[in-house]
């Protein structure tokens, strides 16, 4: 509970203090609402005196009402919480997520599923401050209610009030357990749901297939076994939590019952009053009601437990440090020293102990199978990540000197899948200089040879990318890309094969453009097909995280024995046989 | 607005449980267990005040006492039996109305145009089949049998208030305006709030996909602003949204929260029972059963209020489950015939779109591809290329002319037996959670260890199979294939194809995302593929398709142009232009200007 409370403060963020404020009046209303019960005492004695005594009578009903009155002042207090700030603890929630994301190291976000830390913006965010602005007020009451009941009742008669302690005592353990047992089934469903979504998924996809072979329709066998077990899983889960729920229902239920009898003894032998019985009973008709809550509310403390600390995990990821702040890099040579880095989780490094020089407008291209991390030396230059050991340098200076940002200040990339937001054509472009000029813009548009198509769209540079979306072909959205690099005119260029999926006539505009880019810069490229880097300064041949072959095109040809060579004349073979 | 008016929700809800007429048996059983298990709760609490009340007798009678306290045993006990029963199989009615309702899903995606699903597209798919199912468990499992407790037992509550005493009835009905003002003001549907919210919420999640997505290039290329600026505004007006919804319902919260519980009408009967005690209208008994029943009605209020939401949350999914199982199957022939031989020919075709109007998307296309030969559709994207492909299987009937496979309309023949002479090979190779041989075999499930082992040699895939995966055909290749290369994957599915022995492959951008060390083994599989079967081989990189014995160029969907390599090349029509591009590209490289001449490198 500690920790639901430590993650709640954490989540209300600017709000704590008016969150703190609200716990405490709503633990004041519930004690008033307990005082409101205990006032039926009194209230029923006179009620049930023979004859009855009116005037004492309604001054209790006045009593009665006051409380009643003034639970619900607090209740109003209590509430406005929810309606005056849930949308604002959602909205800071937000932005300081989205303030996170943008520091986080791009590792750190590149580990989550975009779906995941949409899920965590949008919908945890607001089970979280529903959890605050609600599901806090509710457990106060939940907690407090019996509690201060069972208080109430003891004091009037020490006997009836253990008939309920014991019978509180008694279903405590179940309630626990419903929360483990949830939990167990929670996560078993889970599972099924996974397996069967996944299936779906594949049924759909090779629907042809399994046509084809009489394995589609309602019996498909793909499907049979996980719709069974996800109905098994759903059932047993239910089962198995609603159990103890039951028990804990039938225990006060029971002790209601004895509390009937044993009062009615105890007046019969003229040990009690009757009026106190009379009290009691209504008093304790009211004890079911939260227990039989309980049971709902684990799986909302579940949900908002786990939306908690996925929204607390996300808010706490550190930034990269910055070690020393060192002089902004005046040349850009870029310089891999002994690095040795492996991605979080993984045993294996992907790169050890590698070596690289990359002279100051120099072209090098990296090469080698998928896997031996040809990316991972790209990312490291964009201080993706920091690399376990070693020191990777940029125009000499040791990148953990420099912020992310500035890092990046001198580096353009230019990626194979291209990503276009939302927004006009301009704005995509001008995305790193957004006060450059129509000018600029369309300067850089001409040398990526976007500038001709963009023309024609029905709003030219201000046509939005989302409202034509599929129109642009893979060709114009990377020339798009390409001449948003160009307007960025960074020292150090980046590509991570671009022409890879585009048709034939696209890419030779793409070539053009790219050529255009690469002029006078610092420029690594990832190739996959060697004829496109051929004229390299120096290409260097990765395998298994280590340089394993450099040296210029014709000298690596020179090796016959090399991979290098190897990969040449099995691409020289694919390109000339035929299909 | 013009749009129809969708069904109500609890309307859908429940045509869609006839649909499982076992299903409906139990949750009608689970209702009046709900129905008998309210009225036995009731029946528990007056027997408890008639015990008490017996107390207030000149000369109590013991034995009275133990009987209604043995009532009140068995009126609770029983109530709370149940609705524990109610409630299980409420539950399993529901859980098994997801098992019907999928498999009755997944029917109708069997008999749909392949085409209808794939643009449906699998995502979509998914969450109907398995997320809007799911959401009709609430309404199904807890809202159905709820109408049982629910309503049966303050009903009850307010009958034995009427019968054992009227007066005390009007006081717990002085509270009714209230609570009916309540409930008028909960359950009304905030339409356009609500519609406001869900517009803002969607909004805020496409930002943040955006901004997740983009990430790498925001980093590289903006300072924070534009982007983050975007993301800001998203939320801000879902916080605005939201403010505005809460704003409306705030004076329905407050009131709900302030009369929906029991004390206020605890205090209106005992304020009430202060002057007909003193009148001696009522027995201090009858004012024990009203302390105890008396409030039972507000009580099922707040109940009332999440039924309506689990309705309102599940209106939209039930709405789409609905929509898709009435979906018109592709209708099958009624005396269907067997293609005779492994032609391909296209007359007259003309297709679009069903959802797109305009432009057909082929337009008069003929073709002919006979037995054994070799066939390359080219064009820029868009042409209609990957169109034509899935004519053949049938993905989609023609609007006019006809499709035929060996001499036989498409038409006529049963679409599993086309299915079975087809083999697709796509950019995206398509693989199963389950191991190696499994996913080879899904083609002909009746093949051999040996026919499975014979067709992964001939797609180049034993080799890495039995060296570089763990337990060889017995590995698993993870969801969709994950643990695989992509050129591993596409080598298994050219060994299904190849096991499958279709008599024609279509072949549709099978080598696009190939690496340089796979393409040439992935090439060679190829070759053994479709050796001596009828070919329709989609392609970008025009070197691959120089030899083969037509090539067809698609544009504006309609065929230009149509001939071998050679000849096409000579003509100087819009396939030389295709492979002048061609060849330009290939002898690109970076850095050209110090490139050497690369055709001499070779």
């Given at each position: 509970m500690r920790r639901i409370l430590r993650l709640m403060l954490t989540a209300a963020g600017p709000y704590a203090a008016q969150f703190r404020t609200t716990l405490r009046v709503s633990l004041a209303a519930t004690l008033v609402q307990a005082a409101a019960y205990a006032s039926f005492v009194p209230l029923l004695a006179e009620l049930t005196?023979?004859?009855?005594r009116a005037g004492r009578a309604w001054l209790w009903v006045g009593v009665l009402a006051v409380l009643v009155a003034v639970e619900a002042a607090l209740r109003v207090r209590e509430m406005a919480f929810t309606y005056d700030y849930w949308h604002l603890v959602t909205h800071s929630t937000r932005l300081r997520l989205g303030a996170s994301l943008r520091s986080m190291p791009q590792q750190e976000l590149a580990r989550r599923a975009a779906g995941d830390l949409t899920a965590v913006v949008g919908a945890n965010a607001t089970t979280a401050s529903g959890a605050i602005s609600s599901l806090s007020t509710l457990f106060v009451q939940l907690v407090t209610v019996p509690a201060v009941l069972g208080v109430v009742v003891l004091a009037l008669d020490w006997r009836l009030g253990l008939v309920l302690v014991a019978a509180t005592l008694a279903a405590l353990p179940l309630v626990r357990q419903v929360q483990r047992r949830s939990n167990a089934g929670f996560h078993r469903v889970d599972e099924a749901d996974a397996a069967l979504s996944g299936r779906i998924v594949e049924y759909v996809q090779g629907l042809p297939v399994l046509k084809a072979t009489g394995q589609a329709g309602a019996d498909s066998p793909r499907l049979a076994a996980v719709l069974t077990d996800q109905q098994q899983a759903q059932a047993r889960s239910n089962r198995s939590a609603s159990l103890p729920v039951a028990g804990a229902q039938l225990l006060v239920q029971l002790a209601f019952v004895i509390l009937v009898a044993v009062g009615a003894a105890l007046v019969l032998d003229a040990r009690l009053s009757l009026a106190v019985l009379v009290a009691v009973v209504v008093t304790a008709a009211r004890f079911a009601e939260p227990l039989s809550m309980a049971a709902t509310m684990t799986k909302l403390f579940e949900q908002s437990e786990a939306a908690l600390s996925r929204v607390d995990e996300v808010l706490t990821v550190a930034p990269l440090t910055v070690t020393a702040p060192g002089a902004a890099p005046t040349t850009f040579d870029l310089g891999f020293e002994q690095v040795t880095f492996a991605y979080d989780g993984q045993d294996e490094p992907t790169l050890t102990e590698l070596d690289l020089t990359i002279p100051e407008r120099s072209l090098t291209a990296l090469v080698g199978p998928s896997g031996s991390g040809k990316t991972t030396i790209t990312k490291l230059i964009s201080r993706f990540a920091d690399p376990q050991h070693g020191t990777v340098r940029l125009g000499g200076t040791d990148l953990r000197t420099l912020r992310p940002d500035e890092v990046l200040r001198h580096i353009a990339v230019v990626f194979q899948d291209v990503y276009l937001f939302d927004d006009t054509i301009r704005a995509n472009i001008a995305l790193a200089r957004p006060d450059a000029t129509d000018d600029e813009i369309e300067a850089a548009a001409r040398a990526a040879n976007a500038h001709e198509f963009v023309r024609r769209l029905p709003d030219g540079y201000l046509t939005r990318v989302g409202e034509i979306g599929s129109a642009l072909s893979g060709g114009e959205r990377q020339r798009i890309s390409i001449a948003r690099a160009i307007l960025k005119d960074a020292p150090v260029v980046l590509l991570d094969e671009p022409t890879a999926a585009l048709d034939t006539e696209s890419e030779v505009v793409v070539q053009q453009a790219i050529d255009r880019l690469v002029a006078g810069k610092t420029v690594v490229v990832i190739a996959h097909r060697l004829s496109t880097v051929v004229g390299a300064d120096q290409i260097l041949v990765i395998d298994g995280g280590r340089v394993t072959q450099r040296g210029t095109h014709h000298e690596l040809l020179d090796?016959?024995?090399?991979r290098y060579a190897r990969m040449w004349a099995a691409q020289v073979a694919a390109r000339t046989s035929t299909g | 607005m013009t749009r129809e008016r969708p069904p109500g929700g609890l309307r859908t809800v429940l045509d869609l449980v006839a649909l499982a007429p076992a299903v409906r048996t139990r949750l009608r059983r689970a209702a009046l267990l709900g129905v008998v298990g309210g009225v036995s709760a009731v029946a528990g609490f007056v027997s408890a005040a008639f015990a008490v009340g017996?107390?207030?007798?000149?000369?109590?009678s013991g034995e009275a006492v133990t009987a209604w306290a043995c009532g009140a045993l068995a009126g609770l006990v029983t109530g709370f039996a149940c609705r524990l029963l109610a409630e299980h199989l409420a539950h399993e009615a529901s859980y098994r109305l997801e098992v019907e309702l999928r498999r009755a899903l997944a029917g109708v995606l069997a008999r749909m145009p392949l085409g209808e699903v794939q643009r449906l597209g699998s995502g979509r798919i998914k969450k109907i089949v398995q997320d809007d199912v799911k959401s009709l468990h609430n309404v199904v499992a807890d809202a159905l049998p709820f109408v049982g407790s629910g309503v049966a037992q303050p009903l009850a509550a307010l009958l034995a208030l009427g019968v054992v005493q009227w007066r005390l009835l009007l006081a717990v009905l002085l509270i009714v305006p209230v609570a009916m003002i309540c409930l008028s003001l909960l359950s009304r549907d905030y339409t356009e709030q609500r519609e406001r919210y869900n517009t803002a919420s969607e909004n805020v999640n496409a930002a943040v996909v955006e901004f997740v997505q983009g990430m790498p290039v925001v980093r590289t290329f903006d300072d924070g602003q534009a982007s983050f600026g975007r993301f800001a505004a998203a939320v801000g007006e879902f916080t605005e949204s939201v403010a505005g919804w809460l704003a409306t319902s705030r004076a329905s919260g407050l009131l709900t929260r302030l009369f929906i519980v029991p004390l206020p009408t605890l205090l209106v009967i005992a304020a009430g029972a202060v002057p007909m005690l003193e009148m001696g209208w009522i027995r201090p008994r009858d004012l024990l059963l009203g302390l105890l029943v008396g409030a039972m009605p507000i009580e099922a209020i707040a109940p009332l209020m999440h039924l309506t939401n689990y309705i309102n949350d599940s209106k939209a999914g039930a709405i789409r489950i609905r929509e898709l199982l009435d979906r018109p199957p592709l209708p099958e022939p009624e005396h269907p015939r067997e293609p005779e031989g492994s032609a391909v020919a296209l007359e007259q075709v003309v297709f679009r779109y069903a959802a797109e109007r305009g432009?057909?998307?082929?337009?008069g296309i003929d073709l002919d591809i006979p037995a054994g030969t070799v066939c390359a559709l080219v064009g820029p994207s868009g042409a209609g290329k990957s169109t034509v492909a899935r004519l053949i299987p049938r993905f989609h009937d023609v609007d006019s002319g006809v499709v035929r496979v060996g001499g036989v309309d498409v038409r006529d023949i049963r679409s599993e037996v086309l299915l079975r002479h087809v083999a697709l090979v796509f950019q995206d190779p398509f693989l199963v959670a389950g191991t190696v041989a499994e996913n080879i075999r899904l083609?002909?499930?009746?093949?051999?260890d040996d026919e499975v082992r014979a067709a992964a040699r001939a797609a180049a895939a034993h080799d890495f199979i039995v060296d570089e995966l763990p337990e060889g055909y017995d590995s698993q290749v993870g969801e969709r294939g994950g643990l695989l290369s992509g050129g591993q994957r596409q080598r298994i599915t050219i060994a299904r194809a190849i096991l499958s022995e279709a008599p024609i492959v279509i072949l549709d951008?099978?080598?696009?995302?190939?690496d340089p060390e796979n393409e040439a083994a992935i090439q060679q599989a190829l070759a053994r593929l479709t050796r001596g079967r009828t070919v329709l081989i989609i392609a970008h990189r025009l070197n691959t398709i120089v030899d083969v014995d037509q090539i067809a160029v698609l544009d504006g969907g309609r065929i230009v142009e149509r001939g071998r390599h050679a000849d096409l090349v000579a003509a100087g029509g819009r396939y030389a232009r295709l492979w002048a591009c061609h060849t330009e590209a290939a002898r690109w490289g970076l850095a050209a200007a110090r490139t050497p001449n690369l055709e001499a490198t070779r």
């Open positions: 005196r023979d004859p009855v090796e016959p024995e090399g | 017996e107390l207030f007798a000149d000369h109590p432009e057909p998307v082929l337009d083609a002909r499930p009746g093949a051999t951008e099978a080598t696009a995302f190939a």
